[in-house]
C-alpha cells in the first residue's frame, strides 16, 4: 500500500466523515459526527504526499509532527500514531473535534493547492479516539522528579497542556479550578453533541495518571490569593483563568426574563444538565414550542442556537449584524447549523428587547443594516438602513457576542500588570507576567480565542517555567 | 466533600449547618457568601456565611427549606456530606463606625444580616437589631443577637411573640422616637427590603441590602445574577451582593428570581415523590 504513487494518492478523493442525520440528530444531544473508521482513515491518510517540508505543521500552534502521524496512519498503525501526536498535543480527541484546521494547518496543506487538502483533524480525531477505545489513554514517560512545585490557576485547555507537559519534565503539578468540574470552556461551554464530556474526562484522567493533582472548588483570588500560592508551596504559578465575564448588547429590556448571556444558557445545560431536569436540579428557560434568537456569529453563538433547537425550539435564529463571509464561527458548524433546521438572519442588528407587561421578553426590535467600508478589523463595516427597525417576536434571546476579563485575579493581585481590557499583559516569547514566578496565558491574556491557541499558551509557558525552575532568572 | 458536623433546626424548615471547610472559614468576612451543591444531580445555590470558627476550620450556614434544593439540604445531618462548597465569594460587607446602625433581618434574613452585626458592633457602632418573623416560631438568632447588640427588638406579622407588625413600622417608631440613625441594614424577602428602603429614603439614613438573585457559578462568568443598581446593570454575585438600598430596582428582582417558578413547582414534586423518606425524616425531626 505504502508504494503507491505520488500521483495515484492525489487521486483519492477527500473522505466525508460519517454524521447523524440531520433530522435524526437536531432532537438528540449525541455527538453529531460519527468519526472516521479504520479503513476510511487508511484511505485518507494516504492522501497525503509526505511532503519532505511540511508546511502544515507550521500552521499547528503546537507543532504537531503531523506528515509523521499521518504516515503512520497509512501503514495501520495507530497506536503509533496516537503517540506520535502526543508528543506534541495532550488533548488529541478534543483538538480533532473542535479546531479550526480549515484556518490552521489544513490550509497550508500542499494537496489542498490544488484540490481539497488532508483531512488532517479528522485523521487527529480517529487517532485518539482509536487509543481511547480500544487500549485506553497510554501515557508517556515522566522524567525524574525534581522537586518543585507548580500551580495552574484555571483548568480550560492552557491550563491542562501547560500540566501535562510540566508533570512530563518531572515537576510537581496542582490545578486549582473555580468550577466543580475539570475542563474549562469543553465542560461548561461547548455541548456535548460536539464534544462529549466523557471524552473531555478521559483526557483529564490520564492527567491525573500521570500525577497531576486537581482541585476544584477553588476560586483563586478568594480561596488562596496568587500571592499566598507563591508564599506557602509553589514555586511558580501559571494563570490560566480564561475570559470568563458575558458581554451583554447594552440595550434596552436586556435584563428581562428570558434573556440569557451564551455563558449562563450553556452552563445551565451542558454543566449543569439542565437537559436532563428534573432528573437533573438545574432548570432552563423551556424552549418547546418556542421562539428563540441568538445574537453573535461564533461558535459560541452556533452552540447556543443549535443547543435551542435540541431542547425543542419551533424556531431558532442567528441574528448577526454583518454578512455571512464575515462570521467568526467555523464554516462546518455553520454547516450544522442550517442543515438542522437554524435561520440565519444577517445584516441585522437587535435595538431593543419587548417587555410582555409582566417582566418577561416578547420580541425583539431589529434594524437591517447594509456593509459599508472595512473597519479597523478589516471586516466590513455594517451600517444601519435608517427605517428598516420592525419587531420580532421571540420567547427566549441569547446574547453570544464575547467575553471581557474576569476581574477576580486582578482585584486580588496587586503587582500583576493587565491592559485596559483586564487582560494579564505577558511577553509572548515566555508568558512571563510583570510578577516574579507568574506565569498567563489563554483567553486571560489574548482574549477569547480558540482551544488550540490556549494550549500553545500553555505550552510556551511549560518551556518557560521549566527554564525559570532551573535558573531562577526573571 | 465537606463534612456536616453539626446540623440543627433552629426553627420549622430553618436548618444550621456547621460544616469543615478551614480554607473558608479562614478567609471568609461578613457579608461573604458560600455556593453549595448537594450532590452530582444537585443545583448550584448560593449561602450567606452566617458564622465560623478558625480553630474548629468550619464555617456555619443557615438554610430554609423552600425549594426542592434547600428541602433536600436540610434533610441532611450530621455526619453527612455537601458534595460542593465554595467560596467566600462576593464582596465583604462595607464596615465602619457610622455612629448608630440599625441591622433588620427577615426571617432568614436574620442569620444573613447576623455576621455584619457583629461586625458593625467590634467597629464601635451602637448596635440596634430588629428581627422579623411571621410567627413566634420561626424567630431566629434572638439570643445571639442580644449578646452583640445595645437594643434588640422582634416584630411578628401574627402578634405571637414581640412588636405585633412589620420591621419597617418598628424602624419608624425607632427614628420617630428621635434616635439619631447613621447606617442601616436590611436583608430579607425582597418586599420587607424594598419598605425598609422608602423608610429611610426621606431621612437621607444611609441603606445597604443584600441581594438574593438566581445564580450559577457564583463568579462572574455566567450574568445570571445581574440586577439594576442606580440605572446600571450589575453581577451581583463580583459586585456585591450589597447594594445601595436607594438606588436598587427591586421589582426587577422580584421578577427575575420568579423565573423559574414553574420549575421549581415541577422539581419540588419529583423530589418529594422520590425522596419521600428523606423528607419525612426531616419532618419528624423537626417536631421532635
Ligand atoms: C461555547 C463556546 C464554544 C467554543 N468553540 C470553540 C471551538 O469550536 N474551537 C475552538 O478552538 N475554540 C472554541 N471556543 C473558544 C475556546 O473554548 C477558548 O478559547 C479556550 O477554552 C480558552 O482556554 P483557556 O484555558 O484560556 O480558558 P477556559 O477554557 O475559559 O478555562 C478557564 C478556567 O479557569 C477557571 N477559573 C476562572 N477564574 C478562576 C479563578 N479565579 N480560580 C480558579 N479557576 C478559575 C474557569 O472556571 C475555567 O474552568 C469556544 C468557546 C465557547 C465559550
Ligand atoms: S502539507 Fe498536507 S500533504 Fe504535506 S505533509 Fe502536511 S498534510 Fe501531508
Ligand atoms: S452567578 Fe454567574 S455571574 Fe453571578
Not at chain 1, 468550577?179 to 483529564?204: D, Q
Not at chain 2, 462576593?90 to 433581618?105: D, L, M, P, Q, R
Amino acid at each position: 500500500m505504502t508504494e503507491i504513487s505520488k500521483k495515484d494518492r492525489m487521486k483519492i478523493p477527500r473522505q466525508a466523515m460519517p454524521e447523524q442525520n440531520p433530522l435524526e440528530r437536531k432532537n438528540n444531544f449525541l455527538e453529531v459526527n460519527l468519526g472516521y473508521t479504520e479503513e476510511l482513515a487508511k484511505l485518507e491518510a494516504l492522501r497525503c504526499i509526505q511532503c519532505p517540508k511540511p508546511v502544515c505543521v507550521e500552521g499547528c500552534p503546537v507543532g504537531v509532527k503531523i506528515r509523521d502521524f499521518i504516515e503512520l496512519v497509512a501503514q495501520g498503525d495507530f497506536l503509533g500514531a496516537a503517540a506520535k501526536i502526543k508528543e506534541d498535543n495532550v488533548l488529541p480527541a478534543v483538538c480533532g473535534r473542535v479546531c479550526p484546521q480549515e484556518e490552521q494547518c489544513e490550509i497550508k496543506c500542499v494537496v489542498g493547492k490544488k484540490g481539497e487538502p488532508v483531512a488532517i483533524g479528522r485523521l487527529e480525531r480517529f487517532v485518539a479516539d482509536f487509543e481511547r477505545q480500544n487500549v485506553g489513554i497510554r501515557t508517556p514517560k515522566l522524567n525524574p522528579k525534581t522537586g518543585k512545585k507548580v500551580a495552574i490557576v484555571g483548568s480550560g485547555p492552557a491550563g491542562l497542556s501547560c500540566a501535562g507537559d510540566l508533570i512530563q519534565k518531572g515537576h510537581d503539578v496542582t490545578v486549582f479550578e473555580a468550577l466543580h468540574e475539570i475542563g474549562g470552556v469543553l465542560i461548561y461551554g461547548i455541548p456535548e453533541f460536539r464534544l462529549p464530556k466523557e471524552i473531555v474526562k478521559a483526557e483529564v484522567d490520564a492527567l491525573k495518571d500521570l500525577g497531576v493533582e486537581f482541585k476544584t472548588n477553588a476560586v483563586i483570588g478568594f480561596t488562596d490569593t496568587i500571592d499566598e500560592l507563591l508564599e506557602t508551596e509553589f514555586d511558580a504559578i501559571f494563570i490560566a483563568v480564561g475570559a470568563g465575564l458575558p458581554y451583554f448588547l447594552g440595550i434596552d429590556g436586556e435584563n428581562l426574563n428570558g434573556v440569557y448571556s451564551a455563558n449562563e444558557f450553556l452552563t445551565r445545560v451542558n454543566l449543569m444538565k439542565a437537559y436532563r431536569f428534573p432528573d437533573f436540579d438545574t432548570p432552563v428557560f423551556d424552549v418547546k414550542g418556542k421562539d428563540i434568537a441568538v445574537f453573535g456569529g461564533g461558535n459560541t453563538a452556533m452552540d447556543a442556537v443549535r443547543t435551542s433547537k435540541r431542547l425543542g425550539a419551533k424556531n431558532a435564529y442567528i441574528v448577526y449584524r454583518r454578512s455571512e463571509v464575515e462570521m467568526p464561527a467555523r464554516k462546518e458548524e455553520v454547516h450544522h447549523a442550517k442543515e438542522e433546521g437554524i435561520e440565519f438572519l444577517m445584516l441585522t442588528n437587535p435595538l431593543k428587547f419587548v417587555d410582555d407587561g409582566n417582566g418577561w421578553l416578547d420580541g425583539v426590535e431589529l434594524q437591517k443594516m447594509e456593509l459599508g467600508e472595512p473597519d479597523s478589523s478589516g471586516r466590513r463595516k455594517p451600517i444601519p438602513i435608517v427605517g428598516s427597525e420592525y419587531v420580532r417576536q421571540i420567547d427566549m434571546a441569547v446574547i453570544a457576542i464575547g467575553n471581557g476579563s474576569n476581574p477576580i485575579i486582578q482585584q486580588t493581585t496587586p503587582d500583576l500588570s493587565f491592559n485596559r481590557k483586564g487582560n494579564i499583559v505577558v511577553n509572548d516569547a515566555n508568558m512571563k507576567t510583570s510578577k516574579k514566578g507568574v506565569f498567563a496565558g489563554g483567553d486571560i491574556v489574548t482574549g477569547g480565542a480558540t482551544v488550540i491557541l490556549a494550549m500553545g499558551a500553555g505550552r510556551t509557558a511549560a518551556n518557560a517555567i521549566d527554564q525559570y525552575l532551573k535558573d531562577s532568572n526573571w | 466533600m465537606y463534612k456536616i458536623k453539626h446540623a440543627e433546626f433552629l426553627a420549622l424548615d430553618i436548618k444550621k449547618f456547621v460544616i469543615e471547610a478551614p480554607k473558608i472559614a479562614k478567609k471568609r468576612k461578613a457579608g461573604q457568601f458560600v455556593i453549595v451543591r448537594a450532590n452530582d444531580k444537585g443545583e448550584r445555590i448560593p449561602l450567606t456565611i452566617a458564622d465560623s470558627s478558625i480553630e474548629d476550620g468550619t464555617i456555619t450556614i443557615i438554610i430554609q427549606g423552600i425549594g426542592k434544593t434547600t428541602k433536600e439540604l436540610n434533610a441532611m445531618q450530621t455526619g453527612d456530606f455537601f458534595l460542593d462548597v465554595v467560596g467566600p465569594l462576593g464582596k465583604a460587607s462595607h464596615i465602619e463606625n457610622f455612629g448608630t446602625a440599625v441591622c433588620i433581618g427577615g426571617g432568614v434574613g436574620t442569620a444573613i444580616a447576623f455576621p455584619t452585626a457583629v461586625a458593625l458592633k467590634e467597629a464601635g457602632n451602637k448596635t440596634i437589631s430588629i428581627i422579623g418573623a411571621r410567627t413566634k416560631d420561626l424567630v431566629i438568632l434572638e439570643k445571639e443577637l442580644k449578646e452583640i447588640s445595645d437594643e434588640v427588638f422582634v416584630t411578628t406579622d401574627d402578634g405571637s411573640y414581640g412588636f405585633h407588625g412589620f420591621v419597617t413600622q418598628k424602624l419608624k417608631e425607632i427614628i420617630d422616637c428621635g434616635e439619631k440613625i447613621n447606617f442601616v441594614l436590611a436583608i430579607g424577602p425582597i418586599p420587607m427590603m424594598k419598605a425598609v428602603a422608602e423608610v429611610t429614603r426621606p431621612f437621607g439614613i444611609a441603606t445597604v441590602v443584600s441581594l438574593n438573585p438566581v445564580m450559577v457559578d457564583g463568579t462572574g462568568m455566567c450574568g445570571g445574577c445581574r440586577a439594576t443598581v442606580d440605572n446600571k446593570t450589575v453581577f451581583v454575585c463580583v459586585d456585591g451582593p450589597e447594594f445601595d438600598a436607594h438606588k436598587v430596582d427591586f421589582n426587577q428582582l422580584m421578577t427575575r428570581n420568579k423565573m423559574y417558578n414553574d420549575k421549581e413547582k415541577i422539581a419540588l414534586n419529583h423530589f418529594e415523590c422520590n425522596y419521600d423518606i428523606a423528607y419525612e425524616k426531616a419532618k419528624s425531626e423537626i417536631y421532635q
